[in-house]
């Protein structure tokens, strides 16, 4: 059974100014259906082909033979991931129960968003930010390139992509401004809280 590209959760214009329609239309379009498909092409006819794909990832993990399955699996599923971490008039704090646990956890909110900005700004290349539920604590991570906290036994709460296919049109060279806006105004608190409420 194939895996599917999913639908934007949003329309092309909603995330404007702060991303782009034709990010989003080279990002969506292009870059995810290219890993969907690449990864669908990679599994049919396998014993992985009917397994659901983040089953896949952790199985293939860290096999050099399946790399390629697993980068092509775990951008799929990073990017449908990300797509739900942020939407239209996001940012801000988040309150309730995840609130009240990054407090907790990170000392303040504006421990947390400098530790996740630092994550987002220092990961080298391409890659990606995490907030993450390891056992019962909250941690920034970053991977690189493919990589995901679903290998590491750590429940991914909310992800940043920091590739460059992610910002350059939008904000070049300046991936600091792109995280900002990220923290600011796109990040959906909502979404993040619903993945805590789940692993809890």
Excluded: C
């Amino acid at each position: 059974m194939a895996y599917e590209l999913p639908a934007l959760p949003y329309d092309y214009t909603a995330l404007e100014p702060f991303i782009s329609k034709s990010t989003l239309e080279f990002h969506h379009d292009k870059h995810h259906a290219a890993y969907v498909t690449k990864f669908n092409d990679a599994v049919k006819g396998t014993d992985l082909d009917h397994q659901p794909i983040e089953a896949v990832i952790k199985a293939i993990a860290g096999d050099s033979a399946k790399s390629g399955i697993f980068n092509n699996a775990a951008q799929a599923w990073n990017h449908t991931f990300y797509w739900n971490s942020i939407k239209p008039g996001g940012g801000g704090q988040p309150t309730g129960d995840l609130g009240k646990k990054i407090d907790a956890d990170f000392g303040s909110f504006d421990a947390f968003a400098d530790a996740f900005k630092q994550a987002g700004a220092t990961q080298f290349g391409s890659g990606w930010a995490w907030l993450v539920l390891e056992g019962r604590t909250l941690k920034v991570t970053k991977t690189l390139n493919a990589d995901n906290p679903l290998t590491s036994g750590q429940v991914p709460l909310l992800t940043m992509d920091v590739w460059e296919h992610a910002y350059y049109l939008d904000y070049q060279n300046k991936r600091p401004d792109y995280i900002s806006a990220f923290l600011g105004s796109l990040v959906n608190w909502d979404f993040a809280a619903q993945n805590l409420a789940t692993a809890q």
